[in-house]
C-alpha cells in the first residue's frame, strides 16, 4: 500500500505559477512510476504528467507542454509539478498516482484543487 498526500494547491492569478507537491510513503518510492492527472468541474481525469521511477523519462499532455514541469526527488519521496503561466482552463482538482513499474493497480491521492482566476 502506498500512500499519497498533495500540497501546494490554490487560488492563483492568470499568468502566474505554483508548485505542487506529493509526499509517498509506505513503499520504496522508486519503485513506482509516477504521474499528475486532473480533474475538472464536469470533465473526466485527464493525463497531466508523468514520470519515470529514475526521472529520467518525462511525458506532457500538449495543453501544458513547454508551462508545466514535472520532476521527483526520491530521497525525499516526493514529485513536483511545477506550473507556470497558469490559465484559467487549468482549473481542476490535481491529483497525483503512483504506478508499480511492475505494472498492476496504482494508487491515488486525494487532490488537491488549483483555481486561475482570469
Known amino acids: 500500500q502506498v500512500q499519497l498526500v498533495e500540497s501546494g494547491g490554490g487560488l492563483v492569478q492568470a499568468g502566474g505559477s505554483l508548485r505542487l507537491s506529493c509526499v509517498a510513503s509506505g513503499r520504496t518510492f522508486s519503485n513506482y512510476n509516477m504521474g499528475w492527472f486532473r480533474q475538472a468541474p464536469g470533465k473526466g481525469r485527464e493525463s497531466v504528467a508523468t514520470?519515470?521511477?529514475?526521472?529520467?523519462?518525462?511525458a506532457y499532455a500538449d495543453s501544458v507542454k513547454g508551462r508545466f514541469t514535472i520532476s521527483r526527488d526520491n530521497a525525499k519521496n516526493t514529485v513536483y509539478l511545477q506550473m507556470k503561466r497558469l490559465k484559467p482552463e487549468d482549473t481542476a482538482v490535481y491529483y497525483c498516482?503512483?504506478?508499480?513499474?511492475?505494472?498492476?493497480?496504482?494508487?491515488w491521492g486525494q487532490g488537491t484543487q488549483v483555481t486561475v482566476s482570469s
Open positions: 498516482k503512483a504506478d508499480p513499474i511492475t505494472g498492476g493497480a496504482g494508487y
Open positions: 514520470i519515470s521511477w529514475g526521472g529520467a523519462r518525462t
